[in-house]
């Protein structure tokens, strides 16, 4: 079943030469559990697609459905994860993972619960007194994935939400995020611009054109592997073939 449909989306911009397309008749569709990244050339508008799909900015045409419903204004079934964790340092790891619950008013026993439960499944229920500053940088942004997580979205956005991390931070976060996001079966729409992270991630990678951005290819990814985690894809020998063709596709826009 489709979680996510995105139909005929087309965003215009009013600037003083004119009017610009940024968008260009993108649609596609996400299954239930599916992580898809989006990729494209740089300013293609990749992150405005993504805002687009929050429902936080209302396209020029086209319409988005989230379990066959319209979006119209911020959706309450979609988590947004950013570059920056956003935590707040004045709060404790725990008080900023039910953050999310008490901004949307959904602070009840049961979804207290289930961020406790979350904390405790994923190894950050011993540090739900610390604070922010006290923790690396992997463990902020798994803190920024379970606080999105206790609202029980039905699709998380993240938009170049590892960017901000070290290369060797980042490959343990990615996995730690991919298996969690997998057992959670919670389906994912990711921009990068990083190409190896898209691959290992993702069971489809949207490739974008230039602005006007349209979509030029839909890559599935298979590694036929029974356990696939990010890291074991990057050893697999298909992640080169997947590497070089969306290379290619990528850099015939530059």
Request: aromatic residues 8%; glycine residues 6%; negative net charge.
């Amino acid at each position: 079943m489709d979680v996510l449909k995105v139909l005929n989306i087309e965003q215009k911009y009013q600037a003083d030469n004119g009017e610009t397309t940024a968008i260009k008749d993108i649609s596609f569709s996400v299954e239930k559990g599916e992580f898809i990244s989006i990729v494209g050339p740089s300013g293609c508008g990749k992150s405005t697609l993504l805002s687009i799909i929050s429902g936080l900015l209302k396209p020029t045409g086209g319409e988005v459905y989230v379990n066959g419903m319209l979006v119209n204004g911020v959706s309450s079934h979609i988590g947004y994860m950013l570059q920056k964790d956003n935590l707040l340092d004045w709060r404790t790891i725990y008080k900023n993972v039910l953050f999310g619950l008490e901004i949307r008013k959904i602070k009840t026993p049961e979804n207290v619960a289930r961020a406790e439960e979350l904390l405790k499944t994923y190894g950050l229920y011993e540090f739900r007194n610390n604070y922010p500053s006290q923790l690396s940088g992997g463990m902020r942004q798994r803190t920024a994935l379970i606080r999105t997580l206790a609202i029980n979205p039905d699709i998380l956005l993240l938009d170049e939400a590892f960017s901000a991390l070290d290369y060797q931070t980042r490959l343990n976060v990615t996995d730690d995020v991919y298996r969690i996001l997998k057992q959670e079966k919670v389906t994912t729409v990711m921009v990068t611009h990083d190409i190896p992270e898209s691959i290992s991630m993702s069971d489809k990678i949207i490739i974008l054109t230039q602005r006007p951005a349209e979509i030029k290819e839909i890559v599935e990814i298979d590694f036929e592997l029974p356990h696939r985690t990010p890291l074991t894809c990057r050893n697999s020998p298909k992640f080169s073939k997947y590497f070089d063709h969306l290379w290619k596709e990528l850099s015939v826009h530059e």
